[in-house]
């Protein structure tokens, strides 16, 4: 059997800061979330520490009966340590050249191995079924460590919430929700 991986991205919140909480409506596609989850025998939850991405998850894990492991690698990638006005377009270059990082920032492959990292430990792990809770940006980079095909247009299609399994077996992704 091949060990599955949920690779989900949080529900809409309210800003981007760490302690940004979930909207009314992330509150209600958190509870949605933990519906989809229901036939799956989920034995392991790995979030972000972020607020959102806990949020996200804590209907799942209260059904499920499982305690939430916070992992800092699954933190959403910080472009720069100072705001960008154009940070859109700047965003587009860091999936164009994977080594472009700014003051303060991390570049694409930083991220990518980061996140991977998690994957590679999860491979190790006993458990069978996981869940990892991140964002945006650190997903859509997760998903193009995988399939090289996976760029800016992809990052900027994703949804609050997304999930997305990763079959260890193989390595391959496959987009499950929304459907």
């Keep these: 059997m091949s060990k599955k991986v949920f690779l989900v991205r949080h529900c809409q919140a309210k800003g981007q800061e760490e302690s940004a909480i979930l909207t009314e409506e992330g509150f209600l596609q958190a509870e949605a979330l933990s519906r989809f989850f229901e ?5 392991h939850i790995i979030s972000s520490p972020f607020t959102r991405a806990l949020q996200t998850i804590e209907p799942t894990a209260r059904v499920k009966g499982i305690k939430v492991e916070e992992d800092v690698r699954l933190t959403e990638r910080i472009l720069s340590a100072t705001p960008m006005n154009d940070w859109y377009e700047e965003l587009e270059k860091t999936f164009q050249d994977l080594d472009l990082s700014y003051e303060g920032g991390e570049s694409s492959l930083e991220a990518m191995r980061r996140a991977q990292s998690v994957i590679q430990e999860i491979a ?22 995988y399939d090289s095909m996976i760029g800016f247009q992809q990052w900027a299609d994703l949804r609050n919430p997304d999930v997305f399994l ?12 929304p459907l």
């Design 39 to 43: 036939p799956y025998k989920i034995d």
């Design 124 to 145: 190790d792990h006993e458990a069978e079924c996981i869940v990892l809770v991140t964002h945006g940006n650190l997903l859509a980079l997760l998903l193009k460590s």
């Design 166 to 177: 990763l079959e260890l077996k193989n390595f391959k992704t496959k987009r499950l929700y």
